[in-house]
């Protein structure tokens, strides 16, 4: 995104979906290499992926917000999208690794691709700069 005058615009309309597709091609993948392994690297690489997939969907799009903030929203997100996907799993008898990989990769997708939009504005590739403390929007 680019503050261009009082407009925010973005780039390419795609880059938002295409993002959100990547997070959720990465949790395809992971989830194959754990099904496919049971050692260290995939135990190591999945547990990495369940901590960075909901942190980049969160604090991604929010370019705008103060490292602090950006990070206490990020660390949130893990522990909120972790917790309910395996809660919801061992509450259904269906937990499985591979399944929760997607799971989190899934959701992590939708919540960047959601924010991405909403950064940009309903339906317009441009949308009003959002009002920064201490700044006047005109009337």
Do not use: N, Y
């Amino acid at each position: 995104m680019d503050v261009v005058g009082d407009r925010v615009t973005r780039r390419s309309g795609a880059v938002g979906v295409g993002v959100g597709v990547l997070i959720v091609a990465s949790a395809v993948l992971v989830a194959l290499l754990v099904r496919a392994s049971s050692g260290g690297a995939a135990t190591a690489t999945a547990a990495a992926f369940l901590v960075v997939a909901p942190a980049v969907a969160v604090a991604g799009p929010l370019r705008r917000a103060d490292a602090l903030s950006r990070t206490v929203l990020a660390l949130g997100a893990v522990l909120a999208v972790d917790t309910v996907v395996a809660q919801t799993m061992v509450s259904a008898d269906a937990w499985s690794r591979p399944g929760g990989v997607l799971a989190v990769g899934l959701i992590s997708g939708a919540v960047w691709t959601v924010l991405w939009r909403r950064a940009a504005g309903p339906g317009t590739a441009t949308a009003p700069a959002r009002a920064t403390a201490g700044s006047r929007e005109p009337r």
